[in-house]
């Protein structure tokens, strides 16, 4: 059984289930602007040529809601509701993504983590997974956010 | 680069036609784009001969379907563009259309949009598949996300959103072309109690999907005058297009229109190249697919200061006899949103308003009207419609 991400070229499935998963974006050697997802052009200047970066694994909702019906207007969905986040990474970019909890247990400023989330297991056994956040609880020295190159 | 509004000369509105918005599965594409077409040129007074060019718009995810629409119509031979930019197709094709004209390359120019919902949700349609990135977050949660930022920062309430949601529905009743017409006054209360979509969106804050087609002729003014005389002539008199400006905080995957400043942009485009203020507009409609984002419009399209449009809402500013009545045919939330068609349906009540002939929703001495449209991946558009006095 293996994890295989629902679509290629966003994030990295860890091979350890314990760590996290990446996000895959991009950094502007120009300006310094981080990107999800990667691009070849930095939107702020407009630099051709960016670097290949591995985003933060930590963020803080910038607004949220809840989805009651689930892939509205869509039949193939087999989950009941789920939350929607704009995380603000603590390395730059926002990006849109599932997020762990209730209506009630989500809010603005929450900080949060990424986490995969399956959708579906293949009939090989393959399960098709998906990035999303989850939050976490405060604590009192939050380790800096790694980078790997 | 410089970046300015498109100023019309000499262009008037000759005909108009839609099919009324709805679930329309036994109606082929074809025949409500045929429908609408031949209800402008009748309007018009015209037939396919008299037009020059034609701006068609639709955002099913098909080839050639503009020409095939057009074949409806007749084989005349005429140019044919195909036009898409997602829900702000329809005042983009009128763009178009208009410049054909303003430009002096065209006498009598058409814009026909048409798109059904009905064949894209049988599969095939943009979004349509699981196994992509973004399948999960849909446009009712980006919209949701939006007014859930603003109920943070402002303080709006959801029952101030739902008395704009009731607004559009009750506009909805009194307009023919409406696909949702309640039988009975909707109240903010009904709104609430209604099934919850994505917090705090309730389906009666979301637009339907909806199959349909609409469709509008302009042509030089002085042949619209000699052939309709005694009719109020509507003149395009500029309109704004701007697709997204990078800013920190720019979400790339997954439904977005932009950032909103985008639509306070192009509508002050668009006002220089009228002339035109907020203070001379009469009537307004706007993206209200979603209905937070019409109580956000208010501010951006220049009607109230920032911070201002939950004291429009209270004053009923944007009802029936109010300041800036906004959405009187019932918006994309009541009259619907097709795709194509939408903007073209907000055209065809803006002239119904200018010619007088909106009945039962008239806004009374309407000299004015605006138009505007945001569309997913991205962008912002904005029309202004002016009558001759």
């Given at each position: 059984m293996a994890r295989v991400p629902?679509?290629?070229?966003?994030f990295r499935v860890p091979a350890d289930p314990a760590d996290l998963p990446r996000l895959l974006g991009s950094r502007c050697p120009s300006c310094g602007e981080a990107f999800f997802?990667?691009?070849?052009?930095?939107?702020?200047?407009?630099?051709?040529g960016t670097t290949d970066v591995e985003l933060s694994t930590q963020g803080r909702i910038h607004t949220w809601t809840y989805c009651h019906?689930?892939?509205?207007?869509?039949?193939?969905?087999?989950?009941?509701g789920y939350g929607v986040a704009q995380v603000d990474l603590s390395d730059g970019p926002r990006v849109q993504s599932i997020v762990r909890g209730g209506p009630g247990d989500l809010s603005v400023g929450l900080d949060v983590e990424i986490d995969l989330e399956t959708l579906r297991t293949e009939s090989n056994g393959d399960e098709v997974v998906i990035y999303r956040f989850r939050p976490v609880a405060p604590r009192a020295s939050e380790p800096a956010a790694g980078e790997a190159q | 680069m410089t970046r300015k509004g498109l100023t019309y000369e000499g262009v008037a509105v000759a005909g108009i036609g839609m099919v009324r918005f709805?679930?329309?599965?036994?109606?082929?594409l074809a025949h409500l784009a045929r429908d609408a077409g031949l209800l402008a040129l009748h309007d018009a007074g015209?037939?396919?001969?008299?037009?020059?060019e034609a701006f068609v718009g639709y955002i099913?995810?098909?080839?050639m379907l503009g020409i095939k629409a057009m074949k409806e119509l007749g084989l005349t031979g005429l140019p044919v563009t195909n036009i898409e930019n997602a829900s702000a197709t329809g005042l983009v094709a009128f763009r178009e259309a208009a410049w054909a004209v303003s430009s002096g390359r065209a006498d009598v120019a058409m814009a026909l949009c048409f798109d059904k919902f009905t064949d894209m949700a049988r599969g095939g349609?943009?979004?349509?598949?699981?196994?992509?990135?973004?399948?999960?977050?849909l446009p009712a949660a980006y919209f949701a996300m939006w007014a859930q930022r603003r109920m943070h920062e402002r303080g709006t309430t959801v029952e101030q959103f739902a008395t704009i949601a009731a607004k559009n529905w009750n506009y909805g009743a009194a307009c023919?072309?409406?696909?949702r017409r309640p039988d009975h006054v909707v109240t903010a209360e009904e709104v609430l109690a209604?099934?919850?979509?994505a917090e705090p969106l309730t389906s009666m804050m979301c637009c339907p999907p909806d199959d349909g087609a609409a469709c509008v002729i302009v042509a030089r003014a002085d042949l619209v005058k000699a052939r309709q005389p005694d009719r109020v002539l509507v003149r395009p008199v500029a309109s704004a297009l701007q697709s997204e400006s990078y800013a920190p905080?720019?979400?790339?995957?997954?439904?977005v229109v932009g950032p909103a400043t985008m639509t306070r942009d192009t509508a002050l485009e668009c006002y220089e190249a009228a002339s035109?203020?907020?203070?001379?507009?009469s009537v307004a409609y706007c993206?209200?697919?979603?209905?937070?984002e019409e109580l956000e419009y208010y501010e951006l399209l220049g009607?109230?200061?920032?911070?201002d449009a939950e004291r429009l809402v209270a004053e009923g500013a944007?009802?029936?006899?109010?300041?800036i009545p906004f959405?009187?045919?019932?918006?994309?939330?009541?009259?619907?949103?097709?795709?194509?068609p939408t903007g073209l349906a907000m055209l065809h009540e803006s002239v119904l308003q200018l010619r007088g002939?909106?009945?039962?929703r008239q806004v009374d001495g309407a000299r004015v009207a605006l138009s505007h449209l945001v569309g997913g991946g991205s962008v912002s558009t904005v029309t202004l419609l002016q009558a001759d006095q």
């Open positions: 629902i679509e290629e070229g966003y997802p990667r691009r070849l052009v930095c939107a702020n200047c407009l630099h051709e019906v689930p892939m509205f207007g869509k039949k193939d969905a087999d989950v009941a | 709805g679930m329309l599965a036994e109606r082929p015209m037939t396919l001969a008299d037009v020059d099913q995810p098909a080839s349609g943009r979004g349509s598949g699981r196994d992509r990135i973004d399948a999960p977050i023919p072309f409406a696909h209604a099934r919850m979509v905080g720019h979400v790339f995957v997954g439904p035109l203020g907020p203070e001379d507009v993206h209200d697919a979603f209905i937070n009607f109230c200061a920032e911070g944007t009802g029936p006899g109010g300041r959405n009187t045919d019932g918006g994309l939330l009541a009259r619907g949103h097709p795709g194509g002939e909106a009945h039962g």
